[in-house]
Each structure stands twice: as structure tokens, then as C-alpha cells.
């Protein structure tokens, strides 16, 4: 029986990626980042198209369909009718916008074929009806609620509706320039992070500050209503017709003009991003009522990037009318091209789902690239590294050790994650008991801001023994209370949240091991988790791209696959050599 194979491609905005799916199971996914290593990479995910086609040993001939994520004519559109609303203002805006499309977006069709080398037709679905996608069809439920917000894609800001067996209908959607999303990004681009990168820095950043800013957004910004829709004051706001977020009178209004990128944190940004932060909540808790109230639903689906915010998520999660919520792990844009292969299956080709047992989600972690040991040696031995090969059982030991000791561990195991969060394979492990875990691993190891905080990964069995959470999380998707007395510092924000990731053992493999271990050791079933890379790179996707990490940081070990590598072990000079090689890459 000939099976159907659909490539799903996101590209051209921010974090492209590709997903192949086979008889509507997902194969393979991954971003264009994580090979190219330019961070949030834009560009047609060529290296990510390869990976997939090569997991399913396909040459792009042999592919049934092609889709892409969004429609860029309609895109086109809002960008001209936005243009000749705004005119003449925005004139500098246009001139640098439409090379790009007449050269390049308006010919997506014929680019696709082009980089595939294929004639078969093109397939587009719209971006939010690929969130929507993204977001149900992988999810556990038969029926849900489902709810998508993000910046804006297309001409939709946000979409509602509901997802039954194979078919999603959405009933109503928000449009541009009324947007939370991009409330979200103005306030990230005020308080001087990158739009489309340092929103989870807000969010970060909200716990140090105070809600003093939150009655003038809702005064001033924007018009929400019980039902979660909004409409912003377009006044304050420069995205429609300028090259920046905000505008003068934005600044007027908050005291004074954005914080240049990595000059000193004041009081007031932190008061800021408090305060977008509360009024984004109260804004996704009133969306998610209102779309209970019109499905009549008992579960709810999310995606879109304004869904990585897993402060809104928990909340929605402990205070919403669910019984369950399930949020797309990638969420933003890269998770579309999962949505869009996806609508192809179910709703173009008319599949049915498959059905699931144990309320499982039908997605998974680990779509992207894995190696073998012998791979993982040449590629090691290439580099000059010093390493032990250890059994499974010893490479656990050796770890969990090296962790109880207060030491920092780099952990490559296994397929590599898809989405933007390391999940157990791609990971920087470390003892979440020690109160210095976090500044040592923010300052020595990420190289980042010191208030960023760190998730706790869980032995699942063992979670409401340390957090507040009712369910699973398994894709740290949602924050949920730190119990009192828990002891475990490093992974305990300011305002004693935390965004949990629940591992079990066969989802999990090694990674849950290794806690299962750290826990003998200590009595401890938590260890810090976050992503291997430093500030402004991609997780790392190969052992010479963590080899490299680990040479270039202050981390004690390197676990990749069964091999076992000490820093003290290696070779300095060879470390020099390869601090001179980043230097003269950046």
C-alpha cells in the first residue's frame, strides 16, 4: 500500500523550519537554526528540509505534497492597504519592504519549486488555520476548544473556534493592527529586548517589577472587553507605518524613551514588564472563557507565539473553565509547518485520526536530528576531545554524580528537540538544591541576564510533591506554584513560580534516568533544565556544536550519547584553538 507523504514549510518571517509527515504520523521536524546556527534564522529551511527527507529516506520527488504556513498574497494585501491608510507617513517603511516582496515573498510558489527541484503543485493554508492545526490535530483530545494569538499572520491577529476528529471550524478572529501580540512585542521593544526573540524576557523579567503601569495600558493602549477581544489605540504605536514599535507619544505616556538593548535595568522596565504581563493574562483568560462559552468545549488547544507564555498558559490552566489544555510546543511560526501538513492530511485529503490510548498527545518532543555512537566518536575525535565510552547505566552514575556534586552538565542524547525549549535531550543540567545554581549558570555558562530564571525538570510521579500542578507538563508549556519548603532555589522565581517540565520514563528514556539517579543520590527528584546553547545561538543540534559549547563555557562535564567528557580533561590549547575559531565566526 503506497503511503502519502506531506512536507509542511514555514519561512520568510522568523524561526522557519519543515516537517514531513507519513500517513499523518510525524516523521521529522526541525528548524533552519539549529544547522545554520543563526538564531531565529528567516531564510528558506533548505538544511531542515534535507534532515527530514533524509529520516524518511525520500528524495523531494517522492513527496505527495508540498504546503506552505501562510498565503503571502494576502499578506501583500494587508501590507499595501496598511501602507496607503498610513500614507504619506510610512513612506521610508514601504521603500525598504517591497524589494523583498517583489523580488522575493510574492514568488514563494515558484522559490518552493525552485529549492526542491520539483514540479508538483504548491499547496498554501492560511497562518492561523496552521496554528489551529498545529494546535489540535497533534493533541490528545477528539473534540476542543481551540485558540490561536500571536503577533499577526496573514490579516488575522487571533482565531477561535473548534477542533472534532478530523476537522477544525474556525467561528471568528481578531484582525490587524488590533493585536495582543503585538501590544506585547511594543512593550518588549520598549524595554529594550528583540521583537520575535525577547518576549520570554519580559516575561522573565515581570516577577521583579510592580503593576503600576497596568491601568494606563488599559486606559490609554487598549479597549479589552469581557470577551477577550481588543482594540488598540493606534496613536501610541508606530508598526504600521514605521520601522519601530512605538512612537513619541508612547514615550510621553510612559515617562520617557525606550531602554537602549544592554544598557543598565531600571525600576520602570521592570514595572513595565509587570504590567504587560498582567493585562496579557487577564487578556488570554477572558479569550479562553469567551471560546468555552461558544464551543461549549471541555478542552482547550493553543498556538501561536503569544501561547509560549506559560504564565498566561498556567493561569488559564488553574482558572479557566478546562478540564484540560493542551499548548503546541512549538508554538510560534515553526510549529506552523506541522499545522499546515497536517490540514493537508485531515482536511484537503479527508484522513481520519488515529485513535490514542492513554490520553497521549500524538506529537512528541523529538523530531529532529539523532546520531549513533560511532558518529558521535568521529565527530569527537575530529575536535581533538578527551572522552570515557561508558555503558548506559555508567554514563547515568557518572552524571548524577557529577550533578549532586554541584557540578553543570551538558546533555546531548538521543533525537534533538522541536520547538524552543530543551526538553531532556539538548539540555544544561544542574543541581536545582544550590542557591548559586542560577547566577552561576546565567553568568558563567549562558552568558545572559542574571534575572532569567531556570525550569525544574520532574520525575512526573513526584510533581505535586514540589509544585501546584494539577496534570502533566511535559513540554514546560505552563508555570504552576512552588510548594513552601520544596528546597530547590535554582528553579524557584521571584515569585516562587515555576515553568515545570513532568518527565516519565517512556517518553523520556536516559534523561528520566538520570533524575531517577540524582534522586538516590539526594533525595531530590528535580534537576535544573535549560536549553544547551549561550546567549544569542541556537540550541545546539550536533555533538561538534556541544563540544564546541562546552569549550567555550565554564561547564564541568559533557555527556554526548555514552560518551563522557571531563573539562579538566581536555585539551587547552585545543580550547584556545577553538575560542579563536568563534571569535573569528562572530
Known amino acids: 500500500m503506497k503511503r502519502t507523504f506531506i512536507l509542511g514549510l514555514s519561512a520568510y518571517y522568523h524561526d522557519s523550519a519543515a516537517a514531513l509527515i507519513r500517513d499523518g504520523e510525524i516523521v521529522a521536524a526541525a528548524q533552519e537554526e539549529r544547522f545554520t546556527r543563526i538564531r531565529h534564522d528567516a531564510g528558506f529551511p533548505s538544511h531542515a528540509v534535507a534532515y527530514c527527507l533524509s529520516e524518511a529516506g525520500l528524495s523531494a520527488a517522492e513527496v505527495d ?40 515573498k510574492l514568488w514563494t510558489r515558484e522559490r518552493i519549486a525552485k529549492e526542491l527541484g520539483v514540479e508538483s503543485p504548491i499547496l498554501f493554508t492560511q497562518h492561523h488555520e496552521s496554528h489551529a492545526a498545529s494546535a489540535f490535530f497533534p493533541s490528545p483530545f477528539d473534540s476542543a476548544a481551540v485558540l490561536t494569538v500571536d503577533g499577526v499572520g496573514e490579516w488575522a491577529t487571533s482565531s477561535y473556534g473548534w477542533g472534532r476528529g478530523n476537522e477544525i471550524q474556525l467561528l471568528a478572529e481578531t484582525r490587524f493592527p488590533h493585536s495582543l501580540g503585538l501590544l506585547y512585542s511594543a512593550f518588549t521593544y520598549y524595554v529594550g529586548f528583540r521583537v520575535n526573540s525577547g518576549e520570554y524576557k519580559v516575561m522573565g523579567l515581570a516577577p521583579y517589577g510592580e503593576p503600576k ?16 477581544s481588543l482594540r488598540l489605540n493606534m496613536r501610541y504605536f508606530n508598526f504600521c507605518q514605521g520601522l519601530t514599535m512605538t512612537n513619541a507619544a508612547f514615550d510621553e505616556l510612559f515617562g520617557g524613551p525606550p531602554r537602549k538593548p544592554e544598557s543598565k535595568m531600571t525600576q520602570r522596565d521592570m514595572d513595565l514588564a509587570r504590567s504587560i504581563q498582567e493585562v496579557t493574562e487577564e ?14 468545549e471541555k478542552n482547550l488547544c493553543l498556538a501561536g507565539g503569544v501561547a509560549l507564555n506559560c504564565v498566561a498558559n498556567g493561569r488559564i490552566m488553574r482558572e479557566g473553565p478546562y478540564e484540560s489544555v493542551w499548548v503546541q510546543p512549538a508554538a510560534g511560526d515553526a510549529g506552523g509547518a506541522i499545522g499546515a501538513a497536517l490540514s493537508v492530511w485531515h482536511q484537503y485529503l479527508g484522513n481520519g485520526r488515529a485513535g490514542q490510548s492513554d490520553n497521549a498527545d500524538r506529537q512528541g518532543a523529538f523530531l529532529g536530528p539523532g546520531f549513533s555512537e560511532a558518529e558521535i566518536s568521529a565527530a569527537l575525535d575530529s575536535l581533538g576531545a578527551r572522552y570515557e565510552r561508558l555503558p548506559p547505566h555508567g554514563i547515568v552514575a557518572h552524571a548524577a554524580e557529577a550533578l549532586a556534586a554541584g557540578k553543570v552538565v ?41 534575572f532569567r530564571p531556570f525550569a525544574p525538570a520532574v520525575l512526573a510521579e513526584f510533581a505535586s510533591e514540589y509544585f501546584e500542578l494539577d496534570g502533566e507538563s511535559p513540554y514546560m508549556s505552563f508555570t ?64 561538534e556544536d556541544a563540544f564546541r559549547c562546552f569549550m ?35
Open 410 to 450: 551538558g546533555w546531548f542524547q538521543g533525537r534533538m528537540e522541536f520547538g524552543p525549549r530543551a526538553l531532556g535531550n539538548r539540555s544544561i543540567l544542574g543541581d536545582p538544591r544550590s542557591p548559586e545554581m542560577q547566577k552561576i549558570i546565567n553568568l558563567k555558562i549562558k552568558g545572559r541576564e542574571s
Open 213 to 228: 503601569y497596568t491601568d494606563r495600558i488599559l486606559d490609554e493602549l487598549i479597549d479589552l472587553r469581557d470577551d477577550g
Open 65 to 104: 505534497h508540498v504546503v506552505f504556513y501562510d498565503k503571502p498574497i494576502l499578506t501583500f494585501e494587508r501590507l499595501l492597504e496598511t501602507y496607503l491608510d498610513y500614507a504619506p507617513a510610512g513612506f521610508r517603511s514601504f521603500l525598504q519592504a517591497m524589494p523583498v516582496w517583489m523580488k522575493e
Open 480 to 543: 504552576a506554584p512552588v510548594r513552601e519548603g520544596a528546597g530547590i532555589a535554582a528553579v524557584t522565581h521571584l515569585d516562587r513560580s515555576a515553568r515545570i517540565q513532568t518527565v516519565k520514563r517512556d517518553t523520556h528514556g536516559a534523561f528520566y534516568d538520570l533524575i531517577a539517579e540524582f534522586r538516590r543520590l539526594t533525595g531530590c527528584a528535580v534537576v535544573v533544565n535549560t536549553s544547551f546553547n549561550v546567549r544569542g545561538e541556537p540550541i545546539v543540534c550536533t555533538s
Open 283 to 296: 487578556a488570554m483568560l477572558r479569550m479562553a472563557r469567551h471560546v468555552h462559552k461558544e464551543t461549549g
Open 552 to 586: 567555550h563555557t565554564e561547564m564541568d562535564v559533557l555527556v554526548c550519547g555514552n560518551h563522557y567528557l571531563r573539562k579538566s580533561a581536555q585539551d587547552t590549547d585545543a580550547a584556545a584553538a577553538l575560542r579563536q575559531e568563534a571569535f573569528q565566526l562572530d
